[in-house]
């Protein structure tokens, strides 16, 4: 099959679950679709927007347990296209970012298959929107960090400068790995009463921000039960969130600690 003949794999961006927050192209593009790839994030919601004659496929990805591996989705891309069938592979918040869209662009490009993406709101920046939780402030922060929860040697990371003073954290997928994340903030030298706040569900009509200290992130994610999709925020400007406070005797403007209560 010449390359002229291959479909164009779109890389599409659903946004953190909320339709509403959907590109116009991401939205013309899921209902045009022949085949729609999608992970296991995107909303029934969006996933209705496709054509009711489309072949949905889940690659859903949890952790420690895939559905498919990343390399047998790439394969499946390419060979999609490579039928000449219009495919979407839509991704949970933006391709490139923490969503292996890279990986999934240089298995395309390496087959000869084109590609195009389109970008999704973060579920970073969707649920920060949606808590009234602003990642950058004048007053309180001038730079933003995104990084992965679950990376392996997650003891060995320097974490020193991406949270302090006048900086914010954003940490995708770290529910579980929360309460280790906390004790390397803090022996990075992170103070124990910086403010964090988790939300949980981001966008979604069940979305829960709760508002908390550094030193009370691992009891807070058992005590309240807090499922994944959920980002965690710390940083000065978590205390802006519209949330609940949920650790007994602090307030947003709790200082040096003195009213942590573990």
């Known amino acids: 099959m010449a390359?002229?003949?291959?479909?164009?794999?779109?890389?599409?961006?659903?946004?953190?679950?909320?339709?509403?927050?959907?590109?116009?192209?991401?939205?013309?593009?899921?209902?045009?679709?022949?085949?729609?790839?999608?992970d296991g994030l995107v909303s029934d919601e969006i996933l209705a927007l496709a054509d009711p004659g489309a072949e949905r496929i889940s690659v859903a990805k949890q952790r420690d347990r895939h559905s498919l591996p990343q390399?047998?989705?790439n394969a499946?891309?390419?060979?999609?296209?490579?039928?000449?069938?219009s495919v979407v592979r839509l991704k949970g918040g933006d391709p490139f970012i923490f969503g292996r869209g890279?990986?999934?662009?240089?298995?395309?490009?390496?087959?000869?298959?084109?590609?195009?993406?389109?970008?999704?709101?973060?579920?970073?920046?969707?649920?920060?929107?949606?808590?009234?939780?602003?990642?950058?402030?004048?007053?309180?922060?001038?730079?933003?960090?995104?990084?992965?929860?679950?990376?392996?040697?997650?003891?060995?990371?320097?974490?020193?400068?991406?949270?302090?003073?006048?900086?914010?954290?954003v940490i995708y997928m770290g529910v579980a790995t929360a309460a280790d994340i906390a004790d390397?903030?803090?022996?990075?030298?992170v103070s124990p009463a910086t403010p964090i706040a988790v939300l949980e569900n981001g966008t979604r009509t069940d979305m829960r921000t709760l508002r908390s200290l550094l030193a009370d992130l691992g009891h807070l994610m058992?005590?309240?039960?807090?499922?994944?999709?959920?980002?965690?925020?710390?940083?000065?400007?978590?205390?802006?969130?519209?949330a609940l406070d949920v650790l007994a005797g602090w307030s947003a403007g709790a200082e040096n600690g003195a009213e942590i209560i573990l």
């Open 102 to 169: 890279g990986e999934e662009l240089e298995a395309c490009r390496a087959a000869g298959v084109p590609v195009e993406v389109v970008p999704g709101i973060s579920a970073a920046i969707g649920s920060a929107a949606q808590a009234q939780l602003p990642l950058t402030h004048r007053d309180a922060s001038s730079a933003v960090s995104f990084v992965a929860g679950q990376c392996k040697g997650l003891a060995d990371q320097d974490w020193s400068g991406l949270a302090g003073k006048g900086r914010t954290l």
């Open 76 to 85: 499946l891309l390419v060979r999609l296209a490579q039928s000449g069938r």
């Open 71 to 73: 390399d047998q989705i």
């Open 222 to 242: 058992v005590r309240e039960q807090v499922k994944s999709p959920a980002l965690i925020v710390v940083g000065e400007v978590a205390a802006y969130a519209l």
């Open 3 to 38: 390359q002229t003949e291959y479909a164009t794999v779109h890389l599409v961006g659903a946004g953190p679950g909320d339709p509403d927050l959907l590109t116009v192209r991401a939205a013309r593009l899921i209902g045009e679709a022949a085949v729609i790839v999608h």
């Open 184 to 189: 390397k903030l803090i022996a990075d030298g």
